[in-house]
């Protein structure tokens, strides 16, 4: 069960502001969105999440960022994470560290802001939980992952899949204007999305292959997605339910994304650094990590 919380539950921007691409006004969303399949170009990110475990609230993050593509989609992404616990949450973690030391830094980093990177078959993370065991000459965990994985963990769904879009507005319960509605199973989308099967990796079963995902989906004047909402939620025990909502809004499309990896000799395989890690603190989630040297990162 934990690794479908950590897959669901479970990075700063190169954007550089251009034009709106240019075309004609296509009745069909999916069409729309292939037409924006333009090396150098991509979209804007902003994003924020909830979860609820039970009837608390535990913690939100909010992501910021771009995603680049080329003819076949998303070609990279680049953003921030920033967690944020609820004071309730801290309190009782901060109490946990007062009576054992050894795990004091690690809540401060669950609050750090953090840096993705994902291009090619490669995802970059900046810091860690494990950061105190990098070698000193280099700032990047790089572990397996797609070009798009740097802009999801938080959201499910990826309306940049032309596959995934089309099955959504074709299983639509309500429209209104622009507005969209409908919902889709764990299963469902495993079985559609390559994006949402690398989140969770393992193919859902019995009760969690059931979990709903209801959506709210919102496109511009272009026929373009602007907006993407959704909630679900899963039993955890008998007596708690976790819940999640995220909102990502998607502006000025056609800007102009260059998303590149990190140098290589800036880079730790995350595989070796695991090599040299007898003892990890916790279980590693690529979406808590801390912050470069210059940026402080902590929000609280």
Not at 85 to 91: F, M, N, P, Q
Not at 150 to 158: E, K, P
Not at 242 to 268: C, F, H, I, K, M
Not at 272 to 296: C, W
């Amino acid at each position: 069960m934990r690794r479908w919380i950590a897959g669901a539950v479970a990075v700063s921007a190169l954007a550089v502001a251009g034009p709106a691409f240019a075309q004609a006004k296509p009745a069909d969303p999916v069409a729309a969105l292939k037409k924006q399949f333009v090396a150098g170009q991509g979209v804007k990110l902003t994003e924020h999440t909830s979860i609820t475990v039970g009837r608390e609230s535990y913690t939100r993050a909010d992501r910021q960022g771009v995603i680049g593509f080329d003819a076949k989609g998303i070609a990279g992404a680049e953003n921030t994470r920033t967690p944020i616990l609820t004071k309730k949450e801290r309190a009782r973690l901060e109490k946990m560290a007062a009576k054992d030391p050894s795990i004091s830094d690690s809540v401060d980093l669950l609050t750090e802001r953090i840096y993705l990177v994902s291009a090619g078959k490669r995802l970059y993370v900046n810091g860690g939980l494990y950061g105190t065991l990098m070698p000193e000459n280099k700032t990047w965990i790089g572990m397996n992952g797609s070009p798009s994985s740097a802009a999801y963990g938080d959201q499910l769904i990826n309306v940049f899949e032309p596959a995934t879009l089309k099955y959504l507005l074709s299983k639509t319960k309500t429209v209104s204007g622009a507005q969209y509605r409908g919902s889709v199973t764990f299963a469902e989308l495993y079985k559609l999305s390559p994006t949402f099967r690398e989140q969770i990796a393992t193919k859902p079963t019995g009760k969690p292959a059931k979990t709903v995902i209801s959506w709210r989906l919102t496109l511009d004047a272009q026929k373009l997605v602007k907006r993407l909402a959704i909630s679900w939620s899963m039993k955890v025990t008998k007596k708690v339910t976790l819940s999640a909502s995220t909102e990502s809004r998607y502006t000025e499309w056609g800007t102009a994304v260059n998303v590149t990896a990190p140098p290589a000799d800036q880079v730790v395989d995350f595989k070796e650094l695991m090599k040299k890690a007898p003892e990890p603190p916790a279980a590693i989630d690529r979406n808590y990590v801390s912050v470069p040297p210059d940026d402080e990162g902590n929000t609280e």
